[in-house]
T-cell receptor, first 109, second 112 residues
Framework: GQNIDQPTEMTATEGAIVQINCTYQ??????LFWYQQHAGEAPTFLSY??LDGLEEKGRFSSFLSRSKGYSYLLLKELQMKDSASYLC??????????WGAGTKLIIKP | IAGITQAPTSQILAAGRRMTLRCTQD?????MYWYRQDLGLGLRLIHY???????GKGEVPDGYSVSRANTDDFPLTLASAVPSQTSVYFC???????????FGPGTRLTVL
């Protein structure tokens, strides 16, 4: 079967750095996405990785290792507004997104 | 319209009733999707459409139907609602199946 695993909840301090991990087992791989979802709102796109390595975009970076079936999202200089759920999704061999259950990130002052 | 819209925002529905959730996008995206999101679970794909005139079944299609008469609209119909269909429903679109998806604001549906 297809499976995306990420921690259910994480807590971090304002101004710090946090890494959210995602491991996957899917039928085929055509890219990995990270989305942010604030409570009661729609998911919004953060990053896309299709090749191994690190993609940096401002305070957010995303890393992919296809051989290990592993990705992480790194958030630097955390702000209170970063409190949200972070969703990992893999595009499978049919080009459909398989979603993880999301990681709820709580930022404390 | 800017982006992707859904209606209604929320709805309480009696079991056995028919309900259509509306989704409209103005980005001229070819691909559109319907997901449901339940607590503790990832988004699950109900139905999708890669282009106007075509539709396909996702992971959890039973009890739902869709149509794609034109590029902009992608309604989702529950023929006879059941309590297990209580969920938040998101419509999304992308310019192709390869690229990022843009999400509507969601419809919160409660079936009693």
């Amino acid at each position: 079967g297809q499976n995306i695993d990420q921690p259910t909840e994480m807590t971090a301090t304002e101004g710090a750095i946090v890494q959210i991990n995602c491991t996957y087992q899917t039928s085929g791989f055509n890219g990995l996405f990270w989305y942010q979802q604030h409570a009661g709102e729609a998911p919004t796109f953060l990053s896309y990785n299709v090749l191994d390595g690190l993609e940096e975009k401002g305070r957010f970076s995303s890393f992919l290792s296809r051989s290990k079936g592993y990705s992480y999202l790194l958030l630097k200089e955390l702000q209170m507004k970063d409190s949200a759920s972070y969703l990992c999704a893999v595009k499978d061999s049919n080009y459909q997104l398989i979603w993880g259950a999301g990681t709820k990130l709580i930022i404390k002052p | 319209i800017a982006g992707i819209t859904q209606a209604p925002t929320s709805q309480i529905l009696a079991a056995g009733r028919r309900m259509t959730l509306r989704c409209t996008q103005d980005m001229r995206h070819n691909a559109m999707y319907w997901y449901r999101q339940d607590l503790g679970l990832g988004l699950r794909l109900i139905h999708y459409s890669n282009t106007a005139g075509t539709t396909g079944k996702g992971e959890v299609p039973d009890g739902y139907s869709v149509s794609r008469a034109n590029t902009d609209d992608f309604p989702l119909t529950l023929a006879s609602a059941v309590p297990s269909q209580t969920s938040v429903y998101f419509c999304a679109s992308s310019d192709s199946s390869h690229n990022e998806q843009f999400f509507g604001p969601g419809t919160r549906l409660t079936v009693l």
